[in-house]
């Protein structure tokens, strides 16, 4: 994946918050490595608290636990993987009692001393909403810096939003 285009993700963003609240529906994300960026991106429209309630960062597995996140989740797969993310975007939908939850886990730049499942640039995502739990998997190419990372993932989680709202 290339660098993306930071102005284009935040339109994109724009026009998501504008059709969940044509839509009527919620959304809430438990975000780690992307700290908080998805929802900062859904809150830049005018009108977005009609959609987002609140939204978590979890940066430590503490955190994530702490959350509703089970232990033995990130013992037995990893804090970096699928079944992660999947945990998270159910947590923080149940506790928001959003239509949509998100949860986002993965390395960017360096590899995450504390957790042997780091793999820079690797990150995981899904969505938790009426039809089920969807997660992906993807591999970003090196970045100059954490926002590049984090506008990167950012416009392949909307992406795959866009295709469920």
């Known amino acids: 994946m290339e660098k993306c285009d930071e102005k284009s993700v935040r339109n994109q963003y724009r026009e998501i918050t504008k059709k969940l609240i044509e839509k009527g529906k919620t959304i809430t994300t438990m975000e780690s490595c992307t700290s908080g960026q998805i929802a900062s991106l859904i809150t830049d429209?005018?009108?977005?608290?009609?959609?987002?309630?609140?939204?978590?960062?979890?940066?430590?597995?503490?955190?994530?636990?702490?959350?509703?996140?089970?232990?033995?989740?990130?013992?037995?797969?990893?804090?970096?993987?699928?079944?992660?993310?999947?945990?998270?975007?159910?947590?923080?939908?149940?506790?928001?009692?959003?239509?949509?939850?998100?949860?986002i886990t993965g390395t960017f730049g360096n590899a995450d001393?504390?957790?042997?499942?780091?793999?820079?640039?690797?990150?995981?995502?899904?969505?938790?909403?009426?039809?089920?739990?969807?997660?992906?998997e993807k591999n970003l190419l090196h970045q100059k810096n954490r926002l590049d990372y984090k506008m990167a993932i950012a416009k392949e989680i909307a992406d795959e939003l866009e295709k469920i709202i």
């Not at 429209?45 to 960062?57: D, L, P, R, W």
């Not at 797969?77 to 239509?99: H, I, L």
């Not at 640039?121 to 089920?132: K, L, P, Q, S, Y």
């Open 45 to 103: 429209t005018e009108g977005a608290s009609a959609v987002i309630k609140g939204a978590f960062v979890t940066y430590s597995n503490e955190g994530k636990i702490m959350q509703g996140v089970p232990a033995e989740t990130i013992d037995k797969f990893g804090v970096y993987s699928k079944e992660t993310a999947a945990e998270m975007a159910k947590a923080c939908r149940k506790a928001y009692k959003a239509d949509i939850g998100i949860g």
């Open 113 to 136: 001393p504390d957790n042997a499942d780091s793999v820079p640039g690797r990150v995981f995502f899904a969505f938790d909403f009426f039809e089920g739990t969807k997660t992906f």
